[in-house]
């Protein structure tokens, strides 16, 4: 049973930093057509964040370009978001999704920032 797996969240000050972890299991991340991170604030629709495809090529929103990291570490089989610099506007639950025959999504993790 393949499970995605987010950690990493919590409440932090605006020009802060987090670093989002999605950890993988019952399937290798690079079996994946991609992996992404996605976020949803209250009230809003959920939203892409960055997203990076089996040949390492990353995809990042306009909002969070510069400030925001996806990569990935195949030894622990888990996709990370880097935050830094981060705004009251990052509040959201960030979700990881991965991309195969069908999509699988965790259940989220919540960022708070606070201005």
């Given at each position: 049973?393949?499970?995605?797996?987010?950690?990493?969240?919590?409440?932090?000050?605006?020009?802060?930093?987090?670093?989002?972890?999605?950890?993988?299991?019952?399937r290798?991340?690079?079996?994946?057509?991609?992996?992404?991170?996605?976020?949803?604030?209250?009230?809003?629709?959920?939203?892409?964040?960055?997203?990076?495809?089996?040949?390492?090529?990353?995809?990042?929103a306009?909002?969070?370009?510069?400030?925001?990291?996806?990569?990935?570490?195949?030894?622990?089989?888990?996709?990370?978001?880097?935050?830094?610099?981060?705004?009251?506007?990052?509040?959201?639950?960030?979700?990881?999704?991965?991309?195969?025959?069908?999509?699988?999504?965790?259940?989220?993790?919540?960022?708070?920032?606070?201005?």
């Amino acid at each position: 049973q393949v499970q995605l797996v987010e950690s990493g969240g919590g409440l932090v000050q605006a020009g802060g930093s987090l670093r989002l972890s999605c950890a993988a299991s019952g399937r290798s991340i690079f079996s994946f057509n991609a992996m992404g991170w996605y976020r949803q604030a209250p009230g809003s629709q959920r939203e892409l964040v960055a997203t990076i495809d089996s040949g390492g090529s990353t995809n990042y929103a306009d909002s969070v370009e510069g400030r925001f990291t996806i990569s990935r570490d195949n030894a622990k089989n888990t996709v990370y978001l880097q935050m830094k610099s981060l705004k009251p506007e990052d509040t959201a639950v960030y979700y990881c999704r991965g991309v195969a025959s069908i999509y699988y999504w965790g259940k989220g993790t919540l960022v708070t920032v606070s201005s």
